[in-house]
Every structure is written in C-alpha cells, then in structure tokens.
C-alpha cells in the first residue's frame, strides 16, 4: 500500500522553465510534507517543507505547494538550473516533531534539466 | 564530522552471512533513523532512535534485523543470516532535537548491501 505516490518516474525540462514535480497521498493522518534531492551515490537532502496549515512555503527558486483536500502536493523549481538535474523525492509525516518525525517516502521522480 | 558517516558504503555477503553496517551521526544529534532503500524506491524506516533508547522499531521486516546506540551516538544495523531480498541501499540520517529551527534529517550516503 503505497501511501505516498510519485506517479512520475521522470522528468525533463529545458533550462531556464519551470519544473513542476507532483506527489499524492493518501493517508489523511500525514500533516507534515518534505521534498529531498538525491544525487548518485549520495545521501538524500533536505529541500523544503510545509506544514498542513499551510499551502505554500516559499524558499528561493522553490516552492511547494499543498491542496489537502486533493491530498496533493507540488515542488516547482523556478528557473531550472543544469544542478537540478537529480532524483526528487516527496515524504510526509503524521505529525512535525523537530526532526523526530518518522517519514514515508513516494518512489522518486528523475529530473533532467535539458541546457 | 561534518556529516553522517556510513561504513562500509559497500559490502557483498553470501547468503546466510551476518553483517554489521555503522553509522557515525553528526556530533550532538539526538536523532538517529535507520532506512532501507531498494532498487527503483524510496526510502523505507526501519528504526528510531532517540540517545540511546530505540523509541520505534516497527519498521524492521523481521527479526533477523537489530539495531543498537549504545552510547547514544555511534549506531550499528546488524543483519543475521542475509536473504537476497535483504539486497538494498541502507540509509542512516540524524537530526538535532531542536524546537527552534528544522532543516530535515542529514542523511549519510549509505551502504549498498548485495547478498549473493
């Protein structure tokens, strides 16, 4: 039962546009959403993240998005730069805990930014 | 260190072979999570730690699986009498307790685990 879906395993997108990576859920218990970036052979990394009360958080070129009544959210990347090109992954939790959450990842989507 | 340590980061077992992986979390983090990370998915939890105490360990598939924190830093996954299914990415991440600020976990580059 895969509570958290990346229904995209991948991506591309020229240079310069807007990436738009999209993540469902559905466990109505999950209020608290991250993004990680994973390049090859490394550990993934902090992006951003959102509170339920919220439905946008806004950090530089990234923003997520929260719609919980479709139980979806969104990361866009404005502009997309070559050092985006990696695996992007959506995860959420039931509760923020200061960094004690215990986190269900979705499967990834590959990036590609085109130059 | 500056961040999350894993050894080995790879490690080939026969079947039926117990391993050991280990994890050095960044110095003062409270937080220690352990994920299993196979082909083509994302990250699944497997064990919680807060200190020294294991606070959850309802992700471990089986018994086979046991991890400790001793002395509420250094972390150990010991896998006993490995499956190919155990075959994965393992995933350590630490996180500071802190109620003023949250950066998400620090994850460590992992261990590729193949059993053969």
């Known amino acids: 039962d895969q509570q958290v879906k990346q229904n995209s395993p991948s991506l591309s997108v020229q240079e310069g546009r807007i990436s738009i990576l999209n993540c469902d859920y559905t466990?109505?218990?999950?209020?608290?959403f991250l993004w990680y970036k994973k390049y090859p052979a490394e550990g993934p990394t902090f992006l951003i993240s959102i509170s339920s009360i919220k439905d946008k958080n806004e950090d530089g070129r990234f923003t997520v998005f929260l719609n919980k009544s479709a139980k979806h959210l969104s990361l866009h990347i404005v502009p997309s730069q070559p050092g985006d090109s990696a695996v992007y992954f959506c995860a959420a939790s039931e509760e923020s805990n200061f960094g004690n959450e215990k986190l269900t990842f979705g499967t990834g989507t590959r990036l590609t930014i085109i130059p | 260190g500056a961040g999350v340590s894993q050894s080995p980061r790879y490690k080939v077992a026969k079947r039926g072979q117990d391993v050991a992986l280990r994890c050095d979390p960044i110095?003062?983090?409270?937080?220690l999570f352990w994920y299993q990370q196979a082909l083509g998915q994302g990250p699944e939890f497997l064990t919680y730690f807060q200190n020294e105490a294991q606070l959850d360990k309802s992700g471990l598939p089986s018994d086979r699986f046991f991890a400790e924190r001793p002395e509420g830093s250094v972390s150990t996954l010991k896998i006993q009498r490995t499956q190919q299914e155990d075959s994965a990415v393992y995933l350590c991440?630490?996180?500071?307790?802190?109620?003023?600020?949250?950066?998400?976990?620090?994850f460590g580059s992992g261990t590729r685990l193949t059993v053969v």
């Open positions: 110095s003062g983090h409270v937080s």
């Open positions: 991440a630490s996180s500071p307790y802190n109620r003023d600020s949250y950066y998400g976990y620090t």
């Open positions: 466990n109505s218990m999950f209020d608290y």
